[in-house]
């Protein structure tokens, strides 16, 4: 309990780190970072797979729209995010400790981030499993969880290379 509490503090007060958050009640984390994709995206990767979050699967999804652009025409990248990416990952010790609790919580089973850039600047955005947990007899561990990959993205930010 003690471990947990130092953990939410922890967070808490480490987002001091050039990025910013939206605020705990949210849906969504989201951080910020005046970097392009190139230097942030290789640092939370290498992060989260310090943190054993392994990283399984790597869409290049601006890429592959940008495949479309003639066809959807007008409709096309119309905020001109000059990239996306999203990175797919997994704990099996998590899942594992979400299956015993709540199996439906599998679908929340593997996790993933997703990035782009706009203007210099690189958005991570973390989908938070416990607004999605609910009442689950699992959401105490999912919280654990989350605050966990909230560490490592926060601590990818911190160590990226300029």
């Known amino acids: 309990m003690i471990r947990r509490m130092l953990l ?6 480490s987002l001091q780190v050039n ?7 949210s849906q969504v984390y989201k951080f910020s970072v005046q970097a392009p994709m190139q230097t942030v995206y290789p640092a ?12 399984v699967f790597e869409p290049d999804i601006g890429k592959n729209m940008q495949r479309f652009a003639d066809k959807w025409g007008d409709t096309y990248n119309k905020n001109k995010l000059t990239a ?9 010790w998590y899942a594992n400790a ?27 955005l973390f989908a938070r499993p416990t607004v999605i947990a609910g009442q689950s007899k699992a959401k105490e561990i ?16 911190k160590n990226r290379q300029p």
């Open 84 to 92: 996306i990416r999203s990175m797919v990952f997994c704990n099996v």
């Open 44 to 55: 939370v990767y290498e992060s989260l797979e310090k943190a054993r979050f392994f990283v």
């Open 98 to 124: 979400v299956a015993n609790l709540d199996p439906d919580m599998l679908a929340l089973c593997p996790l993933r981030l997703s990035l782009y850039e706009k203007q210099g600047v690189t958005f991570i």
């Open 8 to 13: 939410a503090l922890f967070v808490l007060f």
């Open 142 to 157: 999912l919280q654990e969880l989350e605050q966990e990959v909230v560490k490592a993205i926060q601590q990818g930010i």
């Open 19 to 25: 990025n910013s958050v939206l605020a705990e009640n």
